[in-house]
């Protein structure tokens, strides 16, 4: 009976327009400890809700074995969560990861990474969070033919990544149901073209053009109104010249920058303009992805 415990990255998707297909790793982690047993499924360190056969660290431990005809035994599992839960941080995604790469160590890694990512976005749906959980730094990923394809980008090295994370969570089926079915040409080629720009920038370390092209016309604009203080937020980070956007489906909301000035002067001011509490996390980018520990 073996054991491992797998380590994944937080992560934030989208980066403004790259909707459901641009993401990258941030040093926040969760653990995720499975131990082999007999029979049965036991689940701790995470609230009563998440301890059934439903939780996706099992969900996809499940789905890895049954694609390797492996029998489904029992397991204990501990999960070790230091990413915030329903903030738009990638926790559900990283569930996902380690439960698809915990069954497949245990089983002698039979399935490539590139497996896991099949498996596990055939669950989650679209693969900006997952690809960048597994691979780590920041990547675009599409899907062709129902299969996740996968690139890395180069970032700059000084970027700091400002975590804003409310008081209050935000399910991403609720972020999602807001989303118009249908956008115009012209919404489409913005994205597409500022897309293209926010990769570039961030590769060459220009805040400017970031500040520029961090802007969406897909999913932010139905969003806002679902995250309380967005707008006298985002107003004030514009302010400052940042690249600004919502992490994934939100609530959190990233501010990107070279200016290490500019943590002290939210700090300060956040509280001035917000309803809520607002805590801002400093993260660095996590260049590893997800690994065993
Ligand atoms: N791209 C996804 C979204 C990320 O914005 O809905 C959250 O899972």
Redesign the pocket.
Known sequence: MGSVTIRVPATT??MGPG??AFGCALQLYTDVTFEETECGLEITGCDEEFTGPDNLAYVSYCAVLSSLSEEIRGVKIHIDAHIPICR?LGS??ALLVAGAMGANVLRGNRLSTQGLLNITNAM?G?P??LAPAFFGGLTAAMVDSGLPVAVSFPLHPEWEILALVPDFTLP?VK??AVLPEQISRADAIYNIAHGAMVLKALELGDEKLLHNAMRDKL?QPYRKSLVADYEAIESLARTYGVGFCLS??GPTLLCITRNKAIREKLEAKLPTITTHDWTIMPLHIDFEGARVV
């Open positions: 998707a989208n909707f459901d738009g559900s995604a989650e679209h900006d969070n991403t972020a999602r999913h994934g489906a």
